[in-house]
């Protein structure tokens, strides 16, 4: 691919347009989709909450995800320097990096428990292959799962192992071949689901599972919803964290950002309502509870792979492929600040890897003992809103729903009235209306969505 910009032919660029998309959706889709939106989803009432999420993601992620990448694909460098460059190429103030850097904290914060929710599908794994999923009543399976959260020592052991993985990878820079596998196991984890969907319209329940999940009825959307289902349009397309800028600095000139943010929006949306669909009919059928929370898919899905035909082999691959769509995640999550750590030391790649790697493993330790022994502990119970959220919860509330909303605004405010037009409709490569249409959401419509949810919040 050609390289405008300034570009070096050092730093290399993804081998086509394909391999881009392969990789942002390696990141994207992940426990977000299958873990994270179904139990908000239950949380928070169903339909009306499906619909916001819906809208924040064509209207706030799917375009911010465009700015992201033009921002690394104009910048050409690690996303803090990019946005700086951005800056001064158009004259504006540097200061605008403090948005790349709220996300790579975030994206920090992330990972320590994202890793350890990522050791709950390694768990599962080796529950589906030794046959424990079948035959199981809800009260087995319930069991099974509440036996792995009052273990701690089996929870560190799997979120060692997650982190370690994790590590190698980003140490040693595998993307070839990561790139390579996503081609053929996101396929499979998205076929997988379609066979649990199928399942699922077998339990009789299907048709309430699609009502509950789309017919809006907003009296059960609180403002503390309309927030979560924004914060998770930024979470589930890996937005405010400057990774798709890291992303997008290795991005050919030739290749339509709009095109390919819709492309990764759209699929990670099909396979966060395939997972719902898949999950929410046996919560029905076996008269289970849709709010049920972080473990809702641990305490459904095992259920249907117990009575389905070949239930094991299935249930087993799923959480292979699961892993794997996590792992790919985490990577995206840890590259970012290795690759900052590395540039601001003497560490090297695998010392950065190994250093980062190691104080977010620490801090996932919180995370493990907020599901045990610290569960009582419950840091701002003074809230009402914070009433019983543990340091887990806590983490994944704010990261989510206060650090990515606001670094998503920053990043929209400076490319939306910092960054010269021209240099936007050259690179953006949305035709006349569309590029209107982008540029005005990006302009008015995300900074004053996240600014209005933000306000609304801290007044009710
Ligand atoms: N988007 C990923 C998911 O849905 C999680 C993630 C968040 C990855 C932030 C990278 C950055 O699972
Ligand atoms: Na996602």
């Given at each position: 691919?050609?390289?405008?910009?300034?570009d070096?032919?050092?730093?290399?660029?993804?081998?086509?347009r394909?391999?881009?998309?392969?990789a942002?959706?390696?990141?994207?889709?992940?426990?977000?989709?299958?873990?994270?939106?179904?139990?908000?989803?239950?949380?928070?009432?169903?339909?009306?909450?499906?619909?916001v999420?819906?809208?924040?993601?064509?209207?706030?992620?799917?375009?911010?995800?465009?700015?992201?990448?033009?921002?690394?694909?104009?910048?050409?460098?690690?996303?803090i320097?990019?946005?700086?460059?951005?800056?001064?190429r158009?004259?504006?103030?540097?200061?605008?990096?403090?948005?790349?850097?709220?996300?790579?904290?975030?994206?920090?914060?992330i990972?320590?428990?994202?890793?350890?929710?990522?050791?709950?599908?390694?768990?599962?794994?080796g529950?589906?292959?030794?046959?424990?999923?079948?035959?199981?009543?809800?009260?087995?399976?319930?069991?099974?799962?509440?036996n792995?959260?009052?273990?701690?020592?089996?929870?560190?052991?799997?979120?060692?192992?997650?982190?370690?993985?994790?590590?190698?990878?980003?140490?040693?820079?595998?993307?070839?071949?990561?790139?390579?596998?996503?081609?053929?196991?996101?396929?499979?984890?998205?076929?997988?689901?379609?066979?649990?969907?199928?399942?699922?319209?077998?339990?009789g329940?299907?048709g309430?599972?699609?009502?509950?999940?789309?017919?809006?009825?907003?009296?059960?959307?609180?403002i503390?919803?309309?927030l979560?289902?924004?914060?998770?349009?930024?979470?589930?397309?890996?937005?405010?964290?400057?990774?798709?800028?890291?992303?997008?600095?290795?991005?050919?000139?030739?290749?339509?950002?709009?095109?390919?943010?819709?492309?990764?929006?759209?699929t990670?949306?099909?396979?966060?309502?395939?997972?719902?669909?898949?999950?929410?009919?046996?919560?029905?059928?076996?008269?289970?509870?849709?709010?049920?929370?972080?473990?809702?898919?641990?305490?459904?899905?095992?259920?249907?792979?117990?009575?389905?035909?070949?239930?094991?082999?299935?249930?087993?691959?799923?959480?292979?492929?699961?892993?794997?769509?996590?792992?790919?995640?985490?990577?995206?999550?840890?590259?970012?600040?290795v690759?900052?750590?590395?540039?601001?030391?003497?560490?090297?790649?695998?010392?950065?890897?190994?250093?980062?790697g190691?104080l977010?493993?620490?801090?996932?330790?919180?995370?493990?003992?907020?599901?045990?022994?610290?569960?009582?502990?419950?840091?701002?119970a003074?809230?009402?809103?914070?009433?019983?959220?543990t340091?887990f919860?806590?983490?994944?509330?704010?990261?989510?729903?206060?650090?990515?909303p606001?670094?998503?605004?920053?990043?929209?405010?400076?490319?939306?009235w910092?960054?010269?037009?021209?240099?936007?409709?050259?690179?953006?490569?949305?035709?006349?209306?569309?590029?209107g249409?982008?540029?005005?959401?990006?302009?008015?419509?995300?900074?004053?969505?996240?600014a209005?949810?933000?306000?609304?919040?801290?007044?009710?």
């Open positions: 691919p050609s390289a405008a910009n300034g070096t032919s050092s730093r290399g660029l993804w081998s086509s394909l391999a881009f998309i392969l942002v959706t390696g990141s994207s889709v992940g426990l977000g989709n299958v873990w994270k939106f179904p139990y908000i989803t239950g949380e928070n009432g169903g339909g009306a909450f499906v619909l999420y819906l809208a924040c993601i064509a209207v706030i992620g799917i375009p911010i995800l465009m700015a992201e990448v033009f921002l690394g694909r104009n910048g050409r460098h690690n996303p320097t990019s946005m700086r460059l951005v800056a001064e158009n004259l504006a103030s540097p200061l605008w990096r403090v948005s790349a850097i709220v996300g790579m904290i975030a994206a920090f914060v990972l320590s428990f994202y890793s350890v929710i990522g050791g709950w599908a390694a768990a599962y794994i529950h589906g292959a030794t046959g424990d999923f079948v035959g199981g009543n809800p009260d087995t399976i319930n069991a099974m799962f509440g792995l959260l009052a273990s701690p020592g089996e929870l560190l052991l799997w979120h060692s192992l997650f982190m370690a993985l994790v590590v190698l990878v980003v140490s040693r820079g595998l993307k070839k071949g990561l790139e390579r596998s996503v081609t053929i196991l996101m396929p499979a984890l998205f076929v997988l689901l379609l066979v649990a969907v199928g399942y699922a319209t077998t339990t329940h299907f309430e599972a699609v009502t509950f999940l789309f017919r809006p009825d907003f009296g059960k959307l609180s503390n919803g309309v979560i289902a924004l914060g998770h349009a930024f979470f589930t397309l890996s937005l405010g964290m400057a990774i798709m800028m890291a992303y997008g600095s290795y991005l050919g000139r030739d290749v339509s950002i709009g095109r390919t943010a819709v492309i990764v929006g759209v990670d949306t099909l396979v966060a309502l395939l997972a719902g669909l898949a999950i929410f009919p046996v919560v029905f059928a076996n008269n289970l509870e849709a709010g049920a929370g972080p473990g809702l898919i641990f305490q459904t899905l095992p259920l249907a792979f117990g009575q389905m035909p070949m239930g094991s082999l299935f249930g087993t691959l799923f959480f292979v492929l699961l892993v794997f769509a996590a792992w790919t995640s985490a990577i995206s999550l840890l590259e970012p600040v690759e900052w750590v590395e540039e601001k030391t003497t560490l090297g790649r695998s010392g950065s890897a190994m250093l980062v190691f977010c493993w620490a801090l996932g330790i919180v995370s493990i003992l907020s599901l045990n022994l610290w569960s009582d502990v419950t840091p701002l003074m809230f009402e809103r914070f009433e019983g959220k340091f919860d806590l983490m994944d509330y704010f990261t989510a729903n206060v650090m990515l606001l670094s998503g605004m920053l990043t929209a405010l400076f490319v939306g910092c960054v010269a037009r021209e240099s936007l409709k050259q690179d953006v490569g949305l035709d006349g209306k569309l590029f249409v982008w540029y005005g959401l990006t302009r008015y419509v995300t900074p004053v969505a996240v209005v949810v933000f306000v609304y919040n801290l007044l009710s």
